[in-house]
């Protein structure tokens, strides 16, 4: 897959809140690469800048927040570079967004039907409505949902039937990546889980590529094949998802201690480890590495210096030990 | 296993909520818990696991008396506490306690973690005649808020969701209760502190002697926490067991849907079930409250409630395909 050109291509991209305290980094020195047909996961705790870094990505950062550094380009196409009306035409046909709420993400006053008809007539004008109405047909029976349902307002739907409509206006254009921010965690298990399937069926069928962030690691790791871990603004490591464990020998101690902080459900355990601490304030990151206060490896240089990114195996790690480890190369 | 044979702490017979829903000619109720029974024994931890709307959380507010039951019954040690109110009530809040989902909504804004402690210590009566002080100072250390005399001065909005659920907790300690309701106290938490503050409930059931009714959407916590896991639908016991076998060997197809369906499982391939449709809580509903997705189901599911089944000592479904 090394040799296709990447859905979405992030480099040494940071992305500031502009505050009264002066520019706080949410983002800092991020690199991702999302290949076609690709499931990545984005796992992070809140506030860890995974949200940030997607709202970055589809480049609707508000609220004072700018790429202050870095690039980030999907299919080739630096989004930063784009002009408003050019930006208005990309987005949504070659990239979508599924946002964590359905209820916000829905006009409330639309039927789900005009909804997806004013999304597919606003990007191809040469569409007549009756087009339109019969793909909004086939996008709800692509999703599962009865198409009756679609004369419906957002507000006589159940939770899931609503992310269901999210989801399918995210991939009325057939976008070539589609983020997905916590799409499924205010749903009810069962439904979460019938909703992932459905996502993967239709992922298989169309090809496109897939962002996923979330939160939760159980989760992710069924469901992507790469797994970026991200803390304090900072990707600390990317590995492929079969390859996870909570082995530290090969792996970030963020990413073992998030490991071992999860019941796993097909195992007996008396203990669970979790970590020391909470998550950093970002406007007050600790020196050095932001994970060392909370890390039981941490040494001297851990405490002064940013870790670099080392490529160990299949896995892009940004901690010191690795530094020294046979086999780890300086990415 | 070795501490069979112990009294139940708390256990209730044949549980039933109904709320009134609609005006008028459209007067009716809805029946979130109907007929639940469960018992938790002396230091025991009894996982209620189910989806929104299973009534998981009703059940845990009617033990407080925060709900009204409107039948059955709920006993704790040999006291009937369904219908109990004013004193009666405030000396059973004094022995069980309840620890909310949302530690940003339970604490008061204006208040130092340790003035929310001072209240429930001065109104109850303490084992020993230490001085306020000293026993916040104790119940912090407990429940790991420290250096004590930091986080006696701290707002809520100082500390972070893990340090305000730890004051809830100690809170709820104050009054020094046998039975702790937990309510998905870790589900609003980070993933990296959702640990700690489990683990902090683990070491409490040992040295407090508490027992607890863990109130979860999740089964891998509730398998984790629990002794026992009841799994709700509908407002009904579908199934009940010792956390190992319901995972292991579940019997129920609601349990097999929701195993199937939770991370980790290792399931592959569509889930166990024939709809998406939500349960009828409706007080006029038949049968069995899971028979409109049930990959399963026959025809008498519709119209007769299937009875509870014993399966092996101490687990028991209720499923007419099981019966």
Redesign the interface.
């Known amino acids: 897959m090394v040799e296709d050109q990447p859905v979405l291509d992030v480099r040494n991209a940071s992305i500031a809140y502009q505050t009264a305290r002066g520019p706080v980094l949410a983002a800092r020195d991020v690199s991702l690469t999302v290949y076609p047909h690709e499931i990545v996961g984005l796992i992070g ?2 506030g860890s800048g995974k949200s940030t870094l997607a709202y970055g990505i589809m480049r609707l950062l508000k609220n004072g927040a700018r790429l202050v550094q870095g690039e980030i380009r999907i299919l080739g196409r630096d989004v930063y570079a784009m002009q408003k009306e050019e930006l208005r035409a990309f987005r949504w046909l070659h990239m979508s967004m599924v946002f964590q709420s359905a209820m916000n993400a829905l006009n409330p006053v639309l039927t789900i039907e005009d909804q997806i008809i004013d999304t597919l007539q606003s990007h191809q004008p040469q569409m007549t409505r009756r087009e339109a109405s019969l793909r909004a047909r086939e996008l709800a029976e692509m999703v599962r949902i009865d198409a009756s349902r679609l004369s419906a307002y957002p507000h006589e739907l ?1 939770g ?1 039937m609503r992310q269901r409509f999210v989801i399918a206006i995210a991939i009325a254009l057939e976008p070539a990546l589609v983020i997905m921010d916590e799409p499924t965690t205010a749903l ?7 909703i992932l ?1 459905q996502i993967r069926e239709i992922q298989k069928v169309k090809g496109f590529s897939i962002l996923f962030i979330s ?5 992710v ?2 469901f992507a094949s790469r797994i970026a871990v991200m803390y304090a603004g900072r990707i600390v490591e990317v590995s492929a998802s079969g390859l996870l464990d909570g082995d530290s020998l090969k792996h970030h101690p963020y990413t073992v ?2 490991w ?7 195992a ?2 008396l ?6 601490g ?2 950093p304030d970002i406007q007050n990151l600790p020196s050095g590495c932001a994970f060392h206060p ?1 890390c039981t490896l941490a040494d001297d240089t851990c405490r002064t210096s940013v870790p670099d990114r080392w490529s160990r195996g299949k896995s892009v790690i940004e901690c010191h030990r690795f530094e020294v480890e046979e086999g780890a190369t300086h990415e | 296993m070795q501490r069979m044979n112990k009294s139940p702490v708390i256990s209730v017979e044949q549980l039933k909520v109904s709320f009134p829903v609609g005006t008028g000619w459209k007067k009716d109720a809805i029946v979130p818990v109907d007929g639940v029974s469960f018992s938790i024994e002396e230091g025991r931890v009894l996982s209620l696991v189910g989806e929104s709307g299973s009534g998981k959380t009703t059940i845990g507010r009617t033990l407080m008396g925060i709900v009204r039951a409107s039948g059955g019954k709920i006993r704790f040690y040999d006291q009937d506490v369904t219908r109990i109110r004013g004193r009666k009530l405030r000396d059973h809040r004094r022995r069980a306690q309840m620890v909310f989902q949302d530690p940003y909504g339970s604490l008061n804004p204006v208040r130092t973690v340790a003035q929310h402690l001072e209240l429930p210590l001065r109104r109850n009566p303490q084992p020993r005649n230490a001085p306020i002080s000293e026993l916040i100072d104790e119940l912090l250390t407990t429940v790991g808020l420290t250096p004590v005399e930091v986080m006696r001065v701290k707002y809520p909005h100082e500390l972070s969701g893990g340090q305000r659920q730890r004051v809830a907790i100690a809170r709820a300690l104050a009054v020094r209760p046998k039975l702790l309701i937990a309510d998905e106290p870790i589900s609003m938490l980070d993933v990296s502190i959702r640990a700690e503050i489990l683990q902090l409930l683990m070491g409490l059931r040992d040295t407090m002697h508490l027992s607890y009714l863990y109130i979860t959407h999740d089964l891998a916590s509730a398998r984790f926490f629990g002794d026992r896991i009841l799994v709700l639908y509908g407002g009904q016991v579908m199934e009940e067991a010792d956390s190992e076998t319901l995972v292991e060997d579940p019997r129920h197809p609601y349990t097999r849907l929701l195993l199937a369906a939770s991370p980790g499982s290792g399931h592959v391939g569509l889930l166990p079930e024939t709809s998406n449709q939500s349960p009828d809580l409706s007080r006029s509903r038949q049968g069995c409250p899971f028979a409109n997705r049930c990959p399963l189901v026959m025809d008498i599911c519709r119209v007769e409630r299937p009875q509870r089944t014993k399966i092996t000592e101490g687990h028991y479904t209720s499923c007419h395909a099981e019966a």
Do not use: K, Y
């Open positions: 705790e809140s159940s899931g009810d298990v069962v439904v979460q889980r019938s399937d939160h939760d690691f159980s989760l790791a069924e201690g998030l071992n902080a999860i019941p796993q459900l097909r007996r355990q203990t669970l480890s979790g970590i020391p909470s998550p909370r």
